[in-house]
C-alpha cells in the first residue's frame, strides 16, 4: 500500500550508534554463490528487505533449499540445471534479475525471468548479447523483461560492455567457476567501466569462497579453476545505507557510531565517508567499526567524480542544496539506468522546489539555497527507495518535504524510518 510521509526535521543534536542492515551487496552474491555449491551454507547477517526475500523466493524456485532461523540462512545447493521450466519473478530487484540472469544461463532448461514494471524498462542487453555468443537460446520482447533463457553456455570465451552496469560483470564473474573446470575463464570488459569497486566486491566474495580471482590490466579478469566451498560466513553493514545517516550527522554537527562496518571492506561505497571528511566531518577508523562527528561550520566541495560510487552519488546530490557554495557532481552516466533516472528524477524534483542547478548528461552542478525557502513539496519517489532516504537527508533540515510512498524502503531498508527518527530522540 503506498503511504504518503512527512519526513519530520531533526532539531537537535545526537550522538547515537545505527547498526546496520547487512549490506545487499555483498548478501545477494553470497546467496548466489551457495546456490552454485553442491552442500550446505550457513549465511549470518542477512538484512531483511524486499530485494533479498525476492532472491531467496527465485532461488527456491529453482531447487535451492533454503531455511530461516534467527538471523541466519541454511542454504542447501546447488540449483537444478535440468531441462525443466521454471518461471521466477524478481520483483524490484535488478540486482537480482542480472544475477540470476547468469545462473538461468547454466541450466539446460527454460527459465522465464518476469518483475515490477520499472524492471521492464531497465536494459539487460550487454548481458543478453553475451549469453548468445556463448551459445544460450534468449527470447525478449524489449531491453529489459520479460526474458526467456535457454541453456547451458557452451563458451568459456567472455566480452561484456562495461559502461552501463557493472551487474553483468557480475553475474559473469559468478557463474565462471561452472563454465571451464579444468582451464582458467578470462572475462574482457570493452568500452568504459562503471562502478568497478561493485566488481571488486563480487571478487572478493568469490575469494571468500575459495576461488582465485584477479585483475589481469584494468579491463581484463582472470578466474583460475576451482569450485566454491561450502561454510560459515557473516554479512557486514551496507555502506551505502551508512551514508544517509553519515550525511545526516555531517550537516546537523552530530555523531552517529556504525558498529558493524569498519576499514576492513572492500563495499566502494565507504568512499562516502571521505567525502563527509572534505564537508569538515571528523571520521575515526577501526577495523570493524567506523564514527563520522559532522563541524559546526561545513566546508565547500569541489567537482567530485563519482563514476566509481553511483549509489551514494544520489546522496550527495540530494543533500548539495545545504552544501556551501556549489557543488560539481561528475562521472554519473551510469545513473540513467537505475531504479529511476537518478539524475534526471532529483533534477525534476529540484525544479519544483526552486533548487538552482545545471545539467548534463552525466553531471550536475547544484548551488547553495537557504533551506527557508525551499517551497513544500510532495517528492515523487518514481518507486525508487534510495529516492526517498537520499532526499530525507535534506528533508531533515527543513521539515516540509513529504515523500509520495513511505513503505518504497521496505527494498532494501525497512527499518529506515524508525532508525531516521530514533536521531532525534533523547
Known amino acids: 500500500m503506498t503511504t504518503s510521509y512527512q519526513i519530520p526535521p531533526l532539531t537537535k543534536k545526537f550522538?547515537?550508534?545505527?547498526t546496520l542492515p547487512g549490506s545487499k551487496s555483498i548478501a545477494l552474491r553470497q546467496l548466489a554463490i551457495s546456490a552454485l555449491v553442491d552442500g550446505k551454507t550457513i549465511l549470518s547477517g542477512?538484512?531483511?528487505?524486499?530485494?533479498?526475500?525476492?532472491m531467496i523466493e527465485c532461488l527456491g524456485t529453482l531447487g535451492v533449499r533454503i531455511q530461516r532461523r534467527k538471523n541466519e540462512l541454511e542454504i542447501?545447493?546447488?540449483i537444478d540445471l535440468s531441462d525443466k521450466?521454471?518461471?521466477i519473478n524478481t520483483r524490484m530487484s535488478g540486482a537480482s534479475t542480472r544475477i540470476l540472469i547468469g545462473l538461468a544461463a547454466l541450466r539446460k532448461g527454460l527459465t522465464r525471468i518476469d518483475g515490477h514494471e520499472s524492471l521492464r524498462k531497465r536494459t539487460n542487453e550487454p548481458l543478453l548479447k553475451t549469453l548468445?555468443?556463448?551459445?544460450?537460446i534468449v527470447k525478449r520482447e524489449g531491453v529489459g523483461l520479460p526474458v526467456e533463457i535457454r541453456g547451458p553456455v557452451m563458451s568459456p570465451e567472455l566480452e561484456i560492455a562495461g559502461n552501463i552496469s557493472s551487474q553483468y560483470v557480475t553475474a559473469l564473474l559468478l557463474i565462471s567457476p561452472l563454465l571451464n573446470q579444468e582451464e582458467t575463464v578470462a572475462i574482457k570488459i570493452k568500452g568504459d567501466l562503471v562502478s568497478k569497486p561493485y566488481i571488486d566486491i563480487t571478487v572478493n566474495e568469490m575469494r571468500k569462497r575459495g576461488l582465485r580471482v584477479r585483475w589481469n590490466g584494468s579491463r581484463d579478469l582472470v578466474v583460475e579453476s576451482g569450485a566454491y566451498s561450502d561454510g560459515e560466513y557473516s554479512i557486514e553493514g551496507d555502506a551505502t545505507a551508512a551514508s544517509y545517516f553519515s550525511a545526516l550527522a555531517t550537516i546537523h554537527n552530530s555523531s552517529v557510531n556504525?558498529?558493524?562496518l569498519g576499514s576492513n571492506t572492500v563495499q566502494g561505497d565507504y568512499f562516502f565517508f571521505e567525502v563527509m571528511e572534505q564537508l569538515g566531518a571528523k571520521v575515526k577508523r577501526t577495523e570493524e567499526s567506523t564514527r563520522i562527528s559532522g563541524s559546526i561550520q561545513l566546508e565547500g566541495l569541489s567537482e567530485l567524480d563519482m563514476n566509481d560510487h553511483p549509489d551514494v552519488a544520489l546522496t550527495l546530490i540530494a543533500m548539495s542544496p545545504v552544501i556551501p557554495g556549489t557543488t560539481t557532481i561528475s562521472g554519473l552516466s551510469s545513473l540513467h539506468h537505475k531504479e529511476c533516472d537518478r539524475l534526471d528524477c532529483p533534477a525534476a524534483e529540484f525544479e519544483i522546489m526552486g533548487v538552482p542547478f545545471r545539467k548534463t548528461d552525466a553531471s550536475i552542478t547544484i548551488?547553495?539555497?537557504a533551506t527557508g525557502s525551499l517551497k513544500p513539496h510532495t517528492l515523487c519517489t518514481y518507486h525508487d527507495h534510495r529516492m526517498a532516504m537520499a532526499f530525507s537527508v535534506l528533508a531533515s533540515k527543513t521539515g516540509n518535504i513529504t515523500i509520495d510512498d513511505k513503505n518504497v524502503v521496505d527494498k532494501t531498508y525497512p527499518n529506515y524510518w524508525s532508525d531516521y527518527q530514533s536521531l532525534s530522540q533523547d
Open 15 to 18: 550522538d547515537t550508534q545505527v
Open 46 to 54: 542477512i538484512p531483511e528487505c524486499d530485494d533479498i526475500d525476492a
Open 76 to 78: 542447501s545447493g546447488p
Open 85 to 87: 521450466t521454471v518461471s
Open 132 to 136: 548468445e555468443q556463448m551459445g544460450c
Open 258 to 260: 556504525f558498529p558493524n
Open 367 to 369: 548551488d547553495e539555497i
